[in-house]
């Protein structure tokens, strides 16, 4: 298996799938993250699949320390502040520098928590083998090799009652939702989950923006229906953190929405949140940065 590995995604739906052959894990409010546990080294990796182990070397560190080579995981990067799971924390680590993140790190350190194995120690690329499969393979080599906070497991349950218990009783601690996951499944890129969670938001990839690079007015956005649509003018600082990656991707090429408004492209990678209710018109209202 080679770095990077397309990551499997969440469908959001309005409710939670019952019935039998259903898996339910906490959906954590961080960033999503795969830490591969290489001879020598650690590597960590984006959702876009871009390097993030300068920024999370806290992270690094441990999984070095704990998970034998050979390890690849796939989970949540999250801080807690407050007695929460603080996701604004988390952006903020991750869209640090290095020397800063090293300070946040001494303040605020981070936690993985891992719902997924992908490659094992003995047994290889195990992404072709069931999720009841890997979550047993998961939670073996976790106690076999007494591997302890700052990495943890997620949990997971096979009662929906208790999932929706979850759901409605700890969304003040961060707890932003919850994955259902089919036990027969096997990881493949794409959104073969489903997810419910508490924010009226959907996500959106961003395919370009308006304006200069380094200061964008505004970001052109693929809705979950496939269409095109300009975002709300931005504000000053989601503007700065999205230029950073505007800068770093290439030539600029002019494209157009349905409607005929003219943006940038630019380089996958990007995904905002946006309110549920703005996708219906033409202009959509973004929340927040959702991963890089």
């Keep these: 298996m080679d770095f990077p590995v397309d990551v499997a995604l ?17 959906k954590l409010d961080g960033h999503r993250t795969v830490v591969w546990r290489e001879e020598d080294t650690v590597r960590l990796q984006a959702r876009s699949g871009r390097d993030v182990t300068a920024v999370w ?45 090293r300070r946040l790190s001494e303040a605020l350190p981070a936690h993985f928590a891992a719902w997924d194995i992908l490659s094992h120690p003995e047994h290889g690329d195990v992404r072709a083998r069931p999720y009841d499969e ?33 759901y409605q009783q700890l969304p003040e601690q961060g707890i932003e939702g919850i994955v259902a996951k089919r036990a ?21 990839d961003v395919v370009g923006y308006t304006g200069p690079a380094a200061r964008p007015r505004a970001l052109a ?30 030539p600029p090429r002019s494209a157009r929405t349905r409607a005929g408004e003219t943006y940038t492209t630019t380089a996958p990678g990007l995904v905002v949140e946006v309110l549920a209710g703005t996708t219906r018109h033409a202009v959509v209202t973004v929340t927040r940065l959702r991963s890089t």
Excluded: C
């Design 184 to 204: 027969t499944s096997t990881y493949k890129a794409g959104r073969i989950w489903k997810k419910i969670r508490h924010a009226e938001t959907v996500e959106a």
């Design 57 to 101: 070397m806290d992270l690094a560190l441990a999984a070095l320390d704990m998970l034998p080579p050979g390890v690849v995981l796939d989970g949540e990067a999250v801080i807690y502040a407050h007695g929460r799971i603080d996701f604004a924390a988390a952006q903020s680590r991750a869209l640090s520098t290095p020397a800063r993140a």
């Design 221 to 250: 956005v693929r809705l979950p229906d496939g269409r095109i649509a300009l975002t709300q003018s931005l504000k000053a600082p989601l503007a700065a953190q999205v230029a950073v990656h505007f800068t770093a991707s290439g």
């Design 10 to 26: 969440a469908e959001l739906v309005p409710t939670l799938p019952v019935g039998a052959g259903w898996r339910y894990e906490m």
């Design 134 to 166: 890997r979550r047993a393979l998961l939670v073996d080599l976790l106690q076999e090799y007494n591997v302890k906070p700052p990495i943890q497991l997620v949990p997971m349950t096979d009662d929906p009652t208790v999932a929706m218990t979850w």
